[in-house]
């Protein structure tokens, strides 16, 4: 277990040795009920003050932290499975077939819980059928009437039930922190973008603005001023969009990153969230017709694409005021074999179930309107 | 009046719309200043910013209204933050620039402002459309909530993919003037929605004791 800050399991770990505690007792408990039956009772107390000796050793270096980790653990299923082999030493085999394997399951257990806490429910449930096997070998044959011998069950039960609360508690905990970085990183962000409106975009407008009026070289500069204010303004403004929101991605956020001095997006003031793929594939063909606008409507034109979300479906309009396409250059185009844009803008429309239209005409630009239904 | 909370840009502004032949009756560098002043020189336009010291262009628009409701708000922003300008358009602004619009088009801006007619860019009309979207998506909508006709969706898609008025009135075959009076009705009714809300608030929360008007 890498320690980064304080381990998230710390409470089942502090709970895991109460319960260490309890089983200890009842070891104690059973030995002195028991003891009289045993073949060896002075090698049984030995090995039962190994026993209380090993569990405080155990129990000190798990609520410590120095014990939390894969080697700590697997000493301990070799202790709890060395201490339940030594049943043969210490007990005759009838008695062995007749009770439940020294030093009782419930202190065995033990060892299924560590496993549970560090790794999780497959350690943990591993954990418990390595217990299991030592005890079935100390029987001598493999029980499989689980309503008279529910032992492994529990085994598996326990081994599963702590591991996922061990893994929820480890997940819960990282969302936690996630979550906790994500708002810290987002107060950054908001209050760097004040400290830019105020200061550096205000200046940068102010320098563009004054320069045109003074003209000459003047005017280069304040071209370049205006230039980076826009750009400026467009950073600070899509870095505060944050386009994933789980499974949903906002479009517009993904969409207001094309914003550019020649690009207008408009957008609703909230987000408008699609399927993280949906989403994806609506953008891939939004900017194929952006593209295909810029590079094809001439060098003064402008582009202007429009996010629509009417509740059942969601438009992109991307309209460009260019040359427009006149009518039969598309079936010319078609014919050269130079449609691949357009085709391909209707191939994703169509695979995402939605549509794309397109008008044109001589000196009225180019729209696309692709439409999306929601599911 | 120029509301600003930057001195140069304030001065700048004001020197501008001097040179323009407008009268710069006052300027403030905040909303308490700005809500002074317009009481007492009532002015025919303010040109706000959309981030002052003490509070936003939203929040100074809606009180500047309140002491002064013959002024018309232009908000002239460095920015192009949404909500902001959203607010300020519920909260009675008739207009919206940025910045980096030049001196001309201020003067324009502010010229057209002063007549009541509305100063908007496609980003303006992208979001007025969204949220008229919105409110109608809202189960709990009821009468008296606002919506749109569907020729003021038209003409409102229209502005928010760049058609210019001229445009826009060719292809619908409408004056240019009806056109105008089409996006601005758009704005006052979500004005007017935005100050019923404000008062069925005030009334619920028994905050209905004197608020200027």
Redesign the interface.
Known sequence: MPAEGPDPATPLWRAAQVFRLLSCIYALGFQIAINADLERPTAAWLLLGLLLGWSAVCAVAYLHGFGRRPAWVLAEIVVVVALILSTELVASDQWALDNQSWPTTLWATNATISAAILAGPIAGMLGGVVVMIASTLVKGFINYDLGRNATIVIELAVGLAIGMAAQTARRAHAELEQAARLAASHQERERLS?HV??GA???L??V???G??IGGETAELAELA?EQ??AL?RL??SA?AEPRAGEMTDLGALLVRRASDRV???????PVLLDANVADELYAAAVNALDNAVSHAGPDA?A?V??????DAVTV?I?D?GVGIADGRLDEAAREGRIGIAKSIVGRMNWLGGSAKLNTGPECGT?WELTVPRR | MVVDDHPIWRDAVARDLAEDGFTVVATADGMAAARRRAAVVQPDVVVMDMRLADGDGAQATAEVIAVSPSSRILVLSASDEREDVLEAVKAGATGYLVKSASKQELGAAVRATAEGRAVFTPGLAGLVLGEYRRIAQNPGAGPGTPSLTERETEVLRYVAKGLTAKQIAASLSLSHRTVENHVQATFRKLQVANRVELARYAIEHGLDTPIAE
């Open positions: 004040r409106h105020d975009i205000q200046v407008a102010l563009s603005r004054r045109r009026e205006g204010e826009r303004r600070v403004s505060d207008s997006v408009s957008l609703p003031a909230d402008h202007y429009l996010l629509e979300d009417l509740g309009s309209r005021d729209e």
